[in-house]
């Protein structure tokens, strides 16, 4: 089964308040809290039939990491993609909220923002 993407997150907090996959299949933090690898779900696309791959996840994160983090954005030293389906996200500094970076909205590259 093929998911449509038109707005979604890599991940988002479940009913106890920890993160629940989404778009993303899993994570490791690593680097003592300094850098996320995130592994994507296979098999999604953008509304336009696109593939979401890593490619495409680590040129639009940072503008929506920058949006949903605000004055912490500055704390995220980049984003890279890692073979297809793996993106990391590296940070600056170790942070207790480094997770919540997964909500962080995901569009099609080249989409204005909502």
């Given at each position: 089964?093929?998911?449509l993407?038109?707005?979604e997150s890599l991940?988002?907090?479940g009913e106890d308040g920890r993160m629940q996959p989404s778009l993303a299949q899993?994570?490791?933090a690593e680097n003592s809290g300094r850098s996320l690898r995130i592994k994507l779900q296979p098999k999604i696309t953008f509304h336009d039939g696109s593939p979401l791959d890593s490619e495409a996840v680590a040129k639009v994160l940072p503008d929506s990491l920058?949006?949903?983090m605000g004055p912490?954005?500055?704390d995220v030293e980049g984003?890279?993609?890692l073979g297809k389906d793996t993106v990391e996200i590296a940070f600056r500094q170790s942070s207790p909220f480094i997770l919540e970076?997964?909500?962080a909205p995901i569009q099609r590259p080249g989409t204005p923002s909502v």
């Open positions: 089964m093929q998911q993407l038109t707005n991940a988002r907090a899993g994570w490791t920058k949006g949903f912490f954005f500055p984003v890279r993609a970076t997964l909500e």
